[in-house]
């Protein structure tokens, strides 16, 4: 009888000592990456960039943990539920900036990663603004992946060439243009803001052009007010601006929009450019089919939306995920990810014969443009102000009245902790 | 000395899992969302600091809240009345003993078999006005009942109600015409030969031995329609300037987009009191009907 318990306790012993060793082994070789990129481009570059990590670093489980929707609001919810639960992936796709800072580092989530950084290079090759962007008190917490520009205008050949128009540089020329299309007929703007920050979008870059690169900046650090000239200048201009946009915006979406382009129903849109990514899945050609330009007024600045990678205080596979980082930041890792997702890479030394006409435009103007952080995609203010300037425009775009909301904005100010 | 039955026992038994599990997970969390509302977590990380009714005050001087408030009443008061009369309608239409009756009923039941999303989704694409049944009018020459839908914000509200109504009067027909079925023939026979004309019998006889039926439609319709997300959500999301907004949407982005953790459990707890304002008398009602019985 004992012998037979005996030898029960030293199989299950046996079993439990291996199973141990077995999940710890594995455990150290695994790398768990957290991001939304789901689909095409996306898609592909993040694979490419796996690839990588394979070459240089064998014998590591790559778990690709992905969640579907748009601009990451399910992945989001799903991080922070992860994080909070003290279960965090070794990497997540954040945007830069405040999204970053507010929502993980302050709060302690976060390990700096500024030693790596020197180490490899990093701060010599990454524009200054952007360093800034990614930084908290000094130390870097995040490393940029790749670069979206926010404020372009997309504007159809055709039907410029057709009317013999060229694209607005400023929003003077703009209401020109836009008044020669109306009496043609033809929508001057589209705009799809079903998802609230289309309108949004659209409305940081005309701040941008009110404000200057420095003005906007200081609405972020309090210098600039929200119930000042300035934005009051910039509200009056986009209500002006509203009445050269397509009726059904609030049915359509970014894509719609854009869409209106292909089938010639509306001359521009505003759009960041994942729109040229839009434009080459449709089959349209840069300078051939659609042109580009800065938005009105914002020709010299460079409005970042840039998706970066960190590193959580509790990485399971600590190591791996510093790997992974190291192949984030590396020249190789940036120029296999960027062209296939439609974006250029956040250091200023890729090879710019992978790019296409677009991008090569982008990245020469990102090596000498100043460089601001967009609110709308989590760079310039945390989460909670972003949402509440969202509901704020969407009010704006129906009932246009400037001072009520000036005086919304700053509340949303003072009650995201921006502002005093 | 009372004893105590082996049955009695077992059946306590079996219930306290179930207690215990709707105590902690439905009433816990109840309270614990109310507790949280009552405090200052506005931000990620937890703040459980008290802040009084400030979050209940700051959401009823938000436009976007007391937008929230006024749709849902359009919304639950129209939703309600036009599936029970459309439903009625369908209900006395297919209780003529007509062939194909179980077709026609099927029919009219499919849409409640289809998640709110799709229907969201659906209708979206139906009502979008370049794209949509306003192509449709203007074939028909109807050109001039074309309308902005859901993209007009004085007749947003009703887009979404078409699709709630389109998808639900299934139901109300189904128990309308069950209790129908229920009314015994004598009574029909009495009133006829009592001299009443068909319009009479339904005023005076029927529809009030239908009043239970109605009931039961509107609390399952009513407690449906002040707590509606995902139909928003997917047709016509805030829409131009709040006017399809729902506190459901609302709650939804401020919490868990926005990190208003406070406001978010605000919203939410002002849902639960609206719905209780519901129930509660619908079951303090039943409870007294069966007691009195």
New interface residues.
Partial sequence: MSGKRHLALLVTATLLALGVAGVTAGAARQLEIFSWWTAGGEADGLNAMFEIFKKRYPGVEIINATVAGGAG?NA??VL?TRMQGGKPPDSFQVHGGEELT???V??GFMEPITSLARAEGWTKVLPKDLLDIVSYKGEMYSVPVNVHRGNVLWYSKKILDQNNLKAPTTWAEFFQVADALKAKGITPLALGD???WEAAHLFEDILLSALGADGYRGLWTGKTSWTGSGVKTALENYAKILGYVN?????GTWDSATQMLIDGKAAMTIMGDWAAGYFTSKGWKPNVDYGFAPAPGTAGSFVIVTDTFGLPKKAPHRDQALNWLRVAGSKEGQEAFNPLKGSICGRTDCDLNKFDVYLRSSAADFAKNKLVPSEVHGSAA???F???FN?II??F???RNVAATQR?LQAACV?A?MCK | MTRISFDRVLAVAVLIPSLVAVGIFVYGFIGWTAYVSLSNW????PDLSFAGLQNYVNLFQT??FQADLRNTLIFTVVFLVACLAIGFLLAVLLDQRIRGESVFRNIFLFPMAISFIVTGVAW?WLL???TGVNLLLERAGLGALRS????D?KI?IYSVVLAATWQLSGFTMAMYLAGLRGIPEELHEAARVDGASEWQLYRHVIIPLLYPVTLSAVIVLGHISLKIFDLVFAM????????TDVPGVFMF??T?????FAEGAGIATIMLLLVAGLIVPYLWYGTRAEAGR
Avoid: Y
């Fill in positions: 609001t989001k919810a922070k507010s929502t993980w302050i709060t079903k998802n609230k009726a059904d915006h609030a049915a945390p989460e909670n972003a949402t509440q509901d969407n009010v775009v129906t009932q919304s009650s902790k | 506005n931000s990620f990380l436009f976007r979206q979008n006005p370049s902005g839908w859901f993209t914000p947003a016509t999301g805030s829409g131009p300037a709040f006017s982005e401020t868990f987009r926005g990190n208003r």
